[in-house]
Nanobody
Framework: QVQLVESGGGLVQAGGSLRLSCAAV????????MGWFRQAPGKEREFVAT????????DYADFAKGRFTASRDNAKNTVYLQMNSLKPEDTAVYYC?????????????????????WGQGTQVTVSS
């Protein structure tokens, strides 16, 4: 019902920045809560950030606070994750995700089980 495509990953040195994008097809994007997750080899997929359908509310994992910023452009059906001050431990495949239901313009979800649709992921590699 909703297809998500991530882009913007790549190789960056520690301390550098990347901006990830996630384009959505299907559904009503302005009604979709969006989440960012990441998964490193041998580790479970973990929450990174979430942004409400209106873009007025966000939440971040502790490791992301102060470094990462989620934003969205509903006119382009796209959500972004700006990542600054990257560290080698940020190396992972980054995924965007969304839900199939709307509960309000400021609603947020931070756990994997809340999300129903997932993108293919984009690789972020941070070198020392």
């Amino acid at each position: 019902q909703v297809q998500l495509v991530e882009s913007g990953g790549g190789l960056v040195q520690a301390g550098g920045s990347l901006r990830l994008s996630c384009a959505a097809v299907g559904g009503t994007f302005s009604s979709l809560v969006m989440g960012w997750f990441r998964q490193a080899p041998g580790k479970e997929r973990e929450f990174v950030a979430t942004i409400s359908s209106s873009g007025s509310a966000t939440d971040y994992a502790d490791f992301a606070k102060g470094r990462f910023t989620a934003s969205r452009d509903n006119a382009k059906n796209t959500v972004y994750l700006q990542m600054n001050s990257l560290k080698p431990e940020d190396t992972a495949v980054y995924y965007c995700a969304t839900r199939s239901s709307y509960k309000g313009p400021t609603y947020l979800y931070t756990a994997r089980y809340h999300y129903h649709y997932w993108g293919q992921g984009t690789q972020v590699t941070v070198s020392s």
